[in-house]
């Protein structure tokens, strides 16, 4: 119930509201309703002389204000794409060229992903005494890629990102010219870390990423015969890619 008095205590009104109106609704109708008794006031009492609006106390247990719905949890998100590149071995320079399926998926509102990578490199040479050793790597790798900016919220994590991954790849190297050829296959772990630029179209993406791969365990091309000679595989690879994919922005 509301009432309004005058200074000198004199009533001028009084209504009755549901309490079981909506807390917005019921304070909807007490607007109107004052404003309907200060419309039919005499001018000779203006709105600065009457009494506050008198509220009357409300037991305890007719009070319920409803908490806020927690605001909901943002799911998983996945994207997948290809890139091509081009890249050099810097420890023993040897152009060569790659292509990489890349997947991520990342879970909640985290600014983390995970990355899964599978890679494969050009054939390369390497100039032996008596002929020439032809050698590759396929390559698998899975770690994190982190958004390094800020991003703008929703699907939009940061147009700059980094990224390291553990790598296992396949070392297929081949004898070539030789007057016995052999061949070597063997699993070469390694690891990986870079740099991604990321521009965002709708829900398709494109992306433009520095990276460099170690090979830690030496391998070597050994051409056997009376004096034995042997040649080593390059360790550290940087590669330029450019790619493009459906969700690679997330």
Not at 24 to 41: E, F, G, Q
Not at 58 to 84: F, I, N
Not at 188 to 207: E, F, H, I, N, T
Not at 224 to 240: G, I, N, R, T
Request: charged share 20%; with cysteine.
């Amino acid at each position: 119930m509301v009432a309004l008095e005058r200074p000198g205590g004199e009533l001028l009104g009084t209504r009755r509201f549901s309490r079981s109106a909506a807390c917005d609704d019921l304070a909807a109708a007490v607007a109107v309703s004052l404003a309907v008794w200060l419309s039919d006031v005499h001018p000779a009492y203006s709105t600065a002389q009457l009494a506050p609006l008198a509220r009357l106390p409300t037991p305890a247990a007719d009070l319920q204000v409803a908490a806020p719905p927690p605001p909901p949890r943002a799911g998983a998100a996945w994207g997948a794409g290809l890139a091509l590149g081009l890249g050099s071995a810097l420890d023993t320079p040897a152009a060569v060229a790659d292509g990489m399926a890349t997947g991520w998926l990342r879970l909640g509102d985290s600014r983390n992903a995970l990355r899964a990578e599978a890679e494969v490199l050009s054939r390369r040479e390497l100039t032996l005494p008596g002929g020439k050793g032809e050698w590759r790597r396929w390559i698998l790798g899975l770690g994190l890629e982190r958004a390094l900016s800020a991003g703008a919220g929703g699907l939009d994590r940061g147009w700059l990102r980094g990224f390291a991954t553990a790598r296992l790849a396949w070392l297929d190297l081949d004898g070539v010219g030789f007057a016995v050829n052999h061949s070597s296959r063997v699993l070469d772990p390694g690891a990986s870390a870079g740099l991604r630029a990321v521009w965002k179209r709708g829900r398709w993406a494109s992306w433009v990423e520095v990276a460099l791969s170690l090979w830690p365990i030496r391998h070597d091309a050994v051409v056997a015969s009376a004096s034995p000679e042997a040649e080593a595989l390059p360790v550290l690879d940087a590669f330029l890619r450019v790619g493009a994919g459906w969700g690679a922005a997330r």
